[in-house]
């Protein structure tokens, strides 16, 4: 394109300079002009880390600007996390890092020598005045973005603070490793981040909450204060060394999300656009590659309104997905406490799968004997994944730690089981899980969500489920099959999920009971308040199907509290607005789904376990979060509970979910370590390499997954045919043991030249 032959850049951090430097390159004729408000010299931070897929892009755009930031890359491979006296070291992960001074001092020779105007200790013009006498006017003013401020309305912004305070410092030589140091102090937990930029020197990050920050009483120091009592705190660390510091201070990270990018002829570029928190080292590195994305949109779009357009379709979904796994590793360090007390390889493991990226397959390749001594010191048999572990609840032990997660089928006549529910069971038994749960069953029929749910209110629906608990137990022996119980309350009498999920049906309503009169969405029908009288029907339904489940012969039963049905409404202050025994305090919104507990518990056989599922967030303001969470957890572990099934959501139709892979996980981690009752953790857990990853690094004791499921019905014994596991964790049907390894295929390689001739 060459209308946009004018550019200027706000901001002269490696984002802008970059975008400058191509700009300039791929076409001469650009007036490219930089302003930064600061001296060349100046700078935040000590050390920049960029990747190898960062780096490839670099030497394609730029060989000048790759060969002179290879010729000061320090590199390294190895991570050492210290944690209580012990030393754990895991190899094979290829860093390359330099000075930030030192880029910024290379991009400042690369402008110049392309002719861009670089204008330091200047401010830039008002944005609205550069759009009007430039043609493309970038944004890279940093995470405090005055540009993006003055276009909130455009751009919407979304800001987070988080809970940890740190501060950015060096060390005058350098840590033969990224170093990461737990430090348990009379205050509470601190940790260091370290890292070498050069021969002689490292970055060194000191983070810690903020209650701790002030319980030290850092708030009351001043630079050098700060610097001299971190230096003392982690002197093993740093070999008693000193630290350093650049008009460094002590800040809370923020999380910067843009609704939209560009405006215009006015575009947004790095922190400005998007920051992701300094532990998976992404910030500098997203920028650069924003820079590469922008000149290449540029250059490939035929008008620039196409190409911020092409741009931000490009950079947006990447920079999410890094963005959430930065979130998954801020909060693991945020909630660091919680991991403490795990055997030393384990927190090691831990700590470095915290963001989900690095996951066990990888590790497993990157260091073999890492990960097979964390394997050893979990317990894991010889060529055995985590995942084909046994566990045992109360009297029943999982040959495996895969669950068939709960999936509504909405086929069932008159809340009777059919052939249906027989083959889709069936299939997923045969398919090596090590327990199959079944569909939300519902106590009676007003507590059907639609009018396709099965039930367990009568002998005939009890018949029905026995003939398939009976095929799982014989065609399929050592697999559980286990039963989730509940009742639809405010969310119920609706249409086939397929025929318009949650919306009332056309004819042939049911009245709805709920803890309080309030329609799940506009439309819905509004529920009837239970009455003291009607919450003893209620239990008494659930008892009467829980003993129908014992004799019908299910293995484990599981109470449904989350999601917004009936227990869940009580439980969520969005929902339950009562004022009597069964509303008001977290105890009191307890108070029913606890009795409808005790009172299945009760009848149900006391070798056979019981699970709780519950909403971990209703991610709506106001409503359930994870501390309260953790509370309910506790309450149902004291009255008996032998697992948690942690999901989320649901519960209000407003609520604003943060998806993303293994999206829940951190829910079902926080409770199993502040409560230690065993967890299931569920939500889009999509591979045996996240499985094996959760269950090893102790977020979870099983793994349930639908979805994977519904794709194959035997994802678990593919799962270890392709880990080549064979062994009692995934024992293949005597039928189906001709197929347990992968089919051959057609060869599609060719054999490779071994020989070359120099030209």
Not at 257 to 286: C, Y
Not at 319 to 329: D, F, G, L, N, P
Request: include cysteine; glycine fraction near 10%; aromatic fraction near 8%.
């Amino acid at each position: 394109m060459t209308d946009a032959l004018r550019v200027a850049v706000i901001g002269g951090g490696p984002g802008g300079l970059y975008a400058a430097a191509l700009l300039k390159r791929l076409d001469p004729a650009r007036e490219v002009t930089v302003w930064e408000r600061n001296a060349p010299d100046d700078t935040f931070g000590f050390g920049v880390v960029l990747s190898d897929e960062t780096l490839g892009g670099i030497e394609h755009a730029d060989p000048v600007v790759h060969q002179a930031l290879q010729r000061d890359f320090v590199r390294w491979d190895d991570i050492d996390i210290v944690h209580r006296g012990t030393r754990q070291t895991s190899g094979g992960h290829g860093f390359a890092a330099l000075g930030r001074r030192r880029l910024l001092q290379i991009l400042h020779t690369r402008c110049r020598s392309l002719g861009v105007d670089l204008r330091f200790r200047s401010q830039a013009p008002d944005p609205a005045r550069l759009r009007e006498d430039y043609d493309l006017v970038v944004a890279a003013d940093g995470v405090h973005s005055a540009t993006r401020e003055a276009y909130a309305d455009v751009f919407r912004p979304r800001i987070t603070a988080h809970r940890c305070r740190y501060i950015w410092l060096a060390a005058d030589f350098a840590f033969d490793a990224f170093r990461f140091e737990i430090a348990e102090t009379e205050h509470g937990v601190m940790q260091l981040h370290g890292y070498p930029y050069s021969d002689g020197a490292s970055t060194v990050i000191v983070e810690m909450r903020e209650e701790v920050w002030r319980a030290a009483g850092f708030g009351e120091l001043d630079e050098g204060e700060s610097v001299e009592r971190c230096a003392k705190i982690f002197a093993d660390a740093l070999g008693g060394r000193p630290l350093r510091s650049r008009n460094s201070a002590w800040t809370t990270f923020r999380t910067v999300v843009n609704e939209r990018w560009s405006h215009g002829n006015l575009v947004l570029l790095g922190d400005a656009a998007h920051t992701a928190h300094f532990s998976i080292g992404s910030g500098t590195k997203l920028a650069v590659e924003d820079a590469l994305a922008l000149a290449a949109c540029l250059e490939e779009q035929p008008c620039l309104s196409e190409a911020l357009t092409a741009y931000e379709e490009e950079r947006k979904p990447v920079v999410a997905s890094t963005q959430r796994a930065a979130r998954a590793s801020l909060e693991w360090f945020e909630n660091l406490g919680l991991h403490l007390d795990q055997p030393p390889r384990q927190f090691a493991f831990n700590l470095l799968t915290r963001s989900r990226r690095v996951t066990h397959g990888n590790l497993a390749l990157r260091d073999a004997r890492f990960t097979g001594a964390v394997e050893r010191e979990f317990g894991c048999p010889p060529g055995t994944p985590p995942m084909f572990t046994p566990f045992r609840l109360r009297g029943l032990t999982l040959r495996n730690r895969v669950v068939v997660s709960p999936m509504d089928m909405y086929s069932a006549v008159d809340g009777v089981p059919g052939d249906f529910h027989l083959v889709h069971l069936g299939a997923r038994a045969l398919g090596g899980a090590g327990l199959v749960m079944t569909e939300m069953v519902c106590v009676s029929p007003e507590g059907r969500i639609t009018p396709g749910c099965t039930g367990l209110w009568n002998g005939r629906q009890a018949e029905s489920w026995r003939r398939i608990t009976d095929f799982v137990h014989r065609q399929t022996p050592g697999t559980a099959i286990g039963v989730q119980l509940g009742h639809s309350g405010r969310k119920g009498s609706t249409r086939l999920m397929w025929e318009g999920m949650d919306e009332p049906l056309p004819e042939g309503n049911w009245p709805l009971v709920a803890a309080s009169p309030l329609p799940y969405k506009p439309g819905s029908q509004v529920p009837r308040r239970l009455t003291r009288a009607q919450l003893t029907d209620i239990r008494e339904q659930f008892t009467s199907a829980a003993l129908r489940a014992a004799r019908a012969g299910f293995d484990l039963l599981e109470l449904h509290c989350a999601h917004g049905y009936l227990l869940s409404g009580f439980l969520s202050p969005l929902t339950n607005h009562r004022t009597d025994a069964y509303g008001g305090s977290p105890e009191k919104r307890l108070r029913f789904p606890l009795e409808v507990f005790d009172a299945v518990r009760a009848v149900w056989p006391g070798e056979r376990p019981m699970t709780v599922r519950i909403s971990a967030t209703d991610w709506a303001e106001g409503g359930t979060g994870a501390e309260d969470a953790v509370e309910i957890a506790r309450a149902f572990a004291a009255h008996g509970a032998d697992a948690i099934d942690v999901s989320t959501g649901q519960v209000v139709a407003e609520e604003q979910p943060e998806f993303g892979r293994s999206y829940q996980t951190p829910f079902a981690d926080r409770i199993r370590h502040a409560t230690g009752v065993p967890v299931v953790a569920v939500g889009a857990i999509s591979s045996w390499d996240d499985v094996n990853s959760l269950i090893l690094a102790g977020r979870a004791d099983l793994c349930a997954l639908a979805r994977p499921h519904l794709y194959d019905p035997h994802w678990t014994l593919h799962a270890a045919a392709e880990q080549g596991y064979q062994g009692p964790g995934a024992v293949w049907p005597a039928p189906y043991r001709a197929g347990s390894r992968p089919p051959q295929t057609g060869r599609t390689d060719a054999p490779r030249p071994r020989l070359g001739l120099a030209t």
